[in-house]
């Protein structure tokens, strides 16, 4: 059954978590290509022609990333980029979702750049569109709460820190259950569609007993979404033991992780993968129930048949075939964007893209099974002679119970599902799982 995970404790030990952050196809790493504005102009008049419809998310750069007075001047160049874009795109396609990360900003802030956003889009219907405003606790409150749905939000996601004193706040301030019932109160009485929680764990001032404490508070208040993530995907240049940069143990970290995965299935939530646990009810369960769960560059996502636009410094903008990514920092971002240029800087043109790949690796995100002969027939390629260098690897990983493989597909079974970033890993490197002992990432380091 779609959305039951179990715990398998030998597996997760063997294999461990392989880059989920990172394991959909293309990612950033894989953008090799140079990216001119004319590229990105031509794949748009393609898709305005097609008339499809569109998705669009807005990036906000790290606070660290601005110095003091630059935060005003990062908002014109994006409004710059938001006019720019907006020329080439058609009346008629439809925005059925924005990704909105409010950062910092004020009432006012975002509402001049909601008004600006809906002077050259066309948005859909908040009943069949997906509206997302990314908040964080530290920033946010009912008057926010209030704004972004007068705006026309309909879904809230929330991130919830846990940091020491000597990050700018108190543990209590950040761990408080209060702050966080005050938030889903607020977009439960306002009608919000849903509201996730993104809630990291394997920080070395967390304990599995301050995490489970934690994580109850949060099950009580009943989200309708709550991401888990390690904070090891995120932290870059760890160092192997993670010490130095406030990383919890293994074991702890992997006692975090048990607990939290049994405690929210225990609660009901269903398993979409990769971290992300849903309610029934949820839009997300739904379109995976009926096969019209798509992974794409936003993650998650029952809006799949849209390009998607990101705008702001380092945002990934998917159209057609064509993969483009802003630039990385934010004065390179707002140089282009003063003499008069789109800042794309890095991708992947269509040709570079293998849509068999693609698909597979989409399809295991959203369903844990393959159809080898439905996969050939929309490819055009056999999925069998495509991966025959993977099989000794897919043989590997039947025997050890993370996946059935057939003569026909493969499924992945409930004890299995948390690793399948490791399924697609196996189907990313031939021999990353031949031996069962290296899976480049994760607890076994």
Request: aromatic share 6%; net charge negative.
């Amino acid at each position: 059954m779609l959305g039951s995970v179990d715990w398998d404790d030998s597996l997760v030990q063997r294999y461990g978590q392989v880059g989920q952050l990172h394991c959909s196809y293309p990612t950033a790493v894989d953008f090799s290509d140079r990216i001119a504005p004319l590229d990105l102009l031509r794949a748009l008049r393609e898709s305005r022609r097609a008339g499809r419809s569109l998705s669009i998310a807005i990036h906000q750069p790290d606070g660290a990333e601005l110095k003091p007075g630059e935060a005003t001047a990062y908002q014109l160049r994006l409004e710059r980029e938001i006019e720019q874009l907006g020329c080439h795109v058609g009346p008629m396609q439809q925005v059925e979702q924005l990704r909105l990360s409010a950062g910092t900003l004020g009432i006012e802030a975002l509402r001049r750049l909601v008004t600006l956003l809906k002077t050259r889009f066309s948005f859909a219907d908040p009943c069949a569109g997906s509206f997302t405003a990314e908040v964080e606790l530290a920033h946010v409150d009912w008057p926010l709460i209030g704004a972004l749905h007068e705006l026309g939000f309909n879904q809230l996601s929330v991130a919830v820190p846990d940091l020491r004193a000597d990050d700018g706040a108190t543990v209590e301030y950040f761990r408080s259950s209060a702050r966080i019932r005050a938030v889903i109160e607020a977009a439960h009485a306002l009608h919000y569609r849903s509201v996730n929680l993104d809630l990291g764990y394997g920080r070395s001032w967390q304990t599995p007993a301050s995490f489970a404490r934690k994580l109850a508070s949060i099950i009580e208040l009943a989200p309708d979404q709550v991401t888990m993530f390690d904070y090891r995907d995120v932290t870059s240049g760890a160092s192997p033991g993670g010490a130095r940069l406030g990383l919890a143990s293994v074991a702890d970290t992997l006692a975090m992780y048990r607990h939290g995965v049994e405690q929210l299935n225990a609660a009901g939530y269903r398993y979409i993968g990769l971290g992300k646990f849903v309610l029934p009810h949820d839009d997300l369960a739904m379109a995976q129930e009926i096969g019209a769960l798509h992974h794409d560059v936003l993650g998650y996502t029952p809006h799949g048949d849209c390009d998607h636009l990101g705008l702001g410094v380092g945002a990934i903008s998917r159209i057609g075939g064509l993969f483009c990514q802003n630039a990385s920092t934010v004065q390179t971002y707002q140089q282009a964007l003063d003499q008069g240029q789109l800042p794309s800087s890095c991708g992947l043109h269509a040709s570079h893209v293998d849509p068999l790949h693609s698909r597979l690796i989409e399809r295991l995100l959203c369903t844990f099974e393959l159809d080898f002969d439905a996969l050939s027939l929309q490819s055009g390629v056999d999925v069998r002679q495509h991966y025959a260098q993977h099989w000794a690897t897919l043989r590997q990983l039947h025997i050890d119970g993370v996946i059935v493989l057939g003569e026909n597909g493969l499924a992945i079974p409930p004890q299995a599902r948390l690793l399948v970033a490791a399924v697609c890993e196996a189907f990313n490197r031939p021999s990353a799982m031949a031996t069962g002992n290296s899976v480049g990432h994760g607890w076994l380091r």
